[in-house]
DNA sequence: TGCCATCTCTACTGAACTAGTAGAGTTTTA
DNA sequence: TAAAACTCTACTAGTTCAGTAGAGATGGCA
């Protein structure tokens, strides 16, 4: 019942997009996002290069470039990006909705072991298929302002690219 | 969230003797499960040696031998067997009330991948670890006979068992 | 007693998968 | 034009999966 660290890290980095997003920074580096979840940089490039071919975020290249989500949050449904990367959720082929697999006992409609893991699949289904990425933001934004802690992205906590944007605008206004 | 096959058989066997327990054949050999769920003998023999040594099979050896449920198949959690075999339920670490292990997240309460896969192994668990054998074995069965499929292990479902058994009590009364 | 069917235990193995690492290449901006 | 970003392809050490193999122990029966 393992979520790959493949899937783990995606969706890690797109509630990170989610978040920043929703504070006004829709762009982040990929060392940003690597930094922020202590991810293998490379790994993650990996990752959301995926994303991005299955249409869940978009690139912009070069200096200042960087990652941002390519639909709007609540298009995007966890369910879908776990099967991306993961595959099925069905814990057995014969219970899959996307990818059903005959199994080798003799008769499906009458095997224990199926209907068990049909109520799980369905189980896990429901959660998955129907949560999306703009709830989880929400309710992790919620949480964080609810108890105080500093959100990460925001454009108040000074990093050291604002440091450095401030210093050069201030150069250019002398 | 794959169930591996080590788990899948194990469930099947455990099924398979349920069944058979509940039709008056208490113990079944290995050749038998093998033969009836189409799965390589050698690895249902390890399997049925974990199942073994964890207390939820035990074991006649000799001629006549085979395996049968160490215990009522309804104090058999589902859950159990699966957390036995494959490990924790939890898709990971950070969830997981079996094998609990901190991630790398900076904040666990403010998690949202975390509390969106804490939903996720609560789903799985309330179904496996609440269901039982024993209601396998029973949903199963009724099934069977609501639709008039012949039951497997059945005493009047005569095999090569029975032959030999009628023959010889046939001899050894004439 | 000896035979044979059964379980027991240990070791091994090929293939696939996981979680990365490496590095040269391309694009954009300042 | 240099630096900072993303892009693409290849490689890999380690682990897990799903078995296979075979010698050994045990118990029932003739």
Known sequence: MNLSKRSEYAL?????????????RPILQVSELAAKEKLPIKFLEQILTQLRQAGYVETKRGKLGGYALAKPAARIKLGA?????????????CVSQSAYERCT?????HCGLRMLML????????????????QIVEITLRKMRRDKVPVPFARHSFGLNDLVRLADSKSSRS
């Open 105 to 109: 006992c003799p008769d499906e409609a």
């Open 81 to 93: 990006v776990i099967r991306l990367l993961d595959g099925p959720l069905a814990p057995i082929a």
């Open 12 to 24: 890690r980095a797109l509630i990170d997009l989610g978040i920043a997003r929703e504070l006004g």
């Open 119 to 134: 109520d799980v699949r369905n189980a896990i289904a429901r959660i998955l298929d129907r949560s999306t990425l703009a």
